[in-house]
């Protein structure tokens, strides 16, 4: 057995002859990958920690092959987070924010907000939003009170940040007469019990163990998640087409050229004048981006 948590891991677990299912996720490469983006203040920082073991908790309890997006937007000193999750459990992030941001309490940093959980199935499927007004203390009371009132499976999750990794426990409640009718409710308790400190530095095995260790708990291979960003060359070369050959041409007259920077991985693409004529030149072919990060 691990002395220490996997690192950039999934655990999906069950407890055996319940309705309830669980998952543990622990992410230390993926967390330093996304705080090398922006220099986020603390209050900030810890937010974006929630949001990102959240999103790997809850994306990992659907089958899709799109996309799970966390937003949260208010009108306080952090105006916005957003967060998402692919079906390859690649993940990426980012946060705006102006001025001092309080390091606790989500009231003092959103201001009024709310919250906006996003599952787009791909592929020109129906995508599903749901939204609540933010309320809680913490992004993991708030995400509490979103599933309370929803009418999706029973959830609760854990979360647990620090400035080397972020980990977290999931619990949820599968549909069906249970056998056990004290199992959700004796489930729920014994996983209040756990620390940020447990999640953080515990294996897995040795974290259900603390927990659940009158349970018969079933625990499922790992699945690596990491950080990547989505963005591409033939995604901002579209988008420039959109902006017509004319608004194209003038930028790179009074710029020199088109740049344009993902904000949430900071790669900068760029189009010099060559590079827009082909754009807008049928059957050619503009050649590789020059890519700066």
């Excluded at 000193?77 to 001025?99: C, E, F, K």
């Excluded at 953080?200 to 998640?225: A, K």
Aim: proline share 3%; aromatic share 6%.
């Amino acid at each position: 057995m691990s002395k220490q948590p996997q690192h950039d891991t999934l655990h999906r677990f069950l407890l055996e002859h319940t309705h309830v299912r669980g998952e543990w996720v622990h992410l230390d490469a993926t967390w330093r990958a996304l705080l090398e983006r922006a220099d986020y203040p603390v209050g900030v920082r810890d937010l974006l920690g929630e949001a990102l073991t959240a999103v790997s908790l809850l994306s990992a309890t659907i089958k899709f092959e799109g996309s799970m997006i966390l937003q949260v937007s208010g009108d306080g000193p952090v105006s916005l987070l957003v967060m998402q999750a692919d079906g390859r459990r690649a993940l990426r992030g980012l946060a705006h924010w102006q001025g001092e941001v309080p390091e606790e309490g989500l009231a003092g940093r959103f201001g009024r907000g709310r919250m906006v959980i996003t599952i787009d199935p791909g592929e020109g499927l129906e995508r599903y939003q749901g939204v609540v007004a933010l309320e809680g203390n913490t992004l993991e009371e708030a995400l509490d009170a979103y599933f309370e009132r929803s009418e999706q499976l029973p959830t609760r999750l854990w979360l647990a940040v620090s400035e080397e990794a972020v980990a977290g426990l999931l619990l949820q409640r599968l549909p069906g007469e249970d056998e056990d009718a004290d199992a959700w409710d004796r489930a729920l308790a014994l996983a209040d019990t756990v620390t940020d400190q447990e999640l953080l530095t515990l294996p897995v095995e040795q974290l259900l163990r603390r927990l659940f260790h009158e349970e018969e708990v079933r625990l499922f291979e790992r699945e690596p998640l990491c950080f990547r960003c989505s963005c591409s060359s033939e995604r901002v070369e579209e988008m420039i087409r959109r902006l017509g050959r004319d608004e194209a041409e003038s930028i790179v007259r009074d710029e020199g050229s088109i740049e344009v920077t993902c904000e949430f991985c900071n790669q900068t693409y760029s189009f010099d004048a060559v590079d827009v004529d082909a754009l807008f030149s049928e059957g050619v072919v503009p050649g590789d981006r020059s890519l700066r990060h």
